[in-house]
């Protein structure tokens, strides 16, 4: 279990033996919907790395500024 100091947050940490490389195939494995599935994509920035957080049902745009 992850707990984080700066809010009130608890995670248990799953690992799969198949992998969930795609929003869809988390939500199967924990047998949820997929709009339960938090992604995130970190993208290098010109003065910092930027992470983004969607739900899983949503796509992220890497072009779009």
Do not use: H, M, P, W
């Amino acid at each position: 279990t992850l707990r984080s100091k700066n809010i009130n947050l608890f995670a248990k940490l799953r690992t799969f033996e198949q992998g969930t490389r795609t929003s869809e195939e988390a939500a199967y494995q924990l047998g949820c919907n997929i709009s339960n599935i938090a992604k995130s994509i970190v993208i290098e920035g010109k003065k910092c790395a930027i992470v983004v957080i969607k739900s899983g049902i949503n796509r992220i745009d890497r072009e779009r500024e």
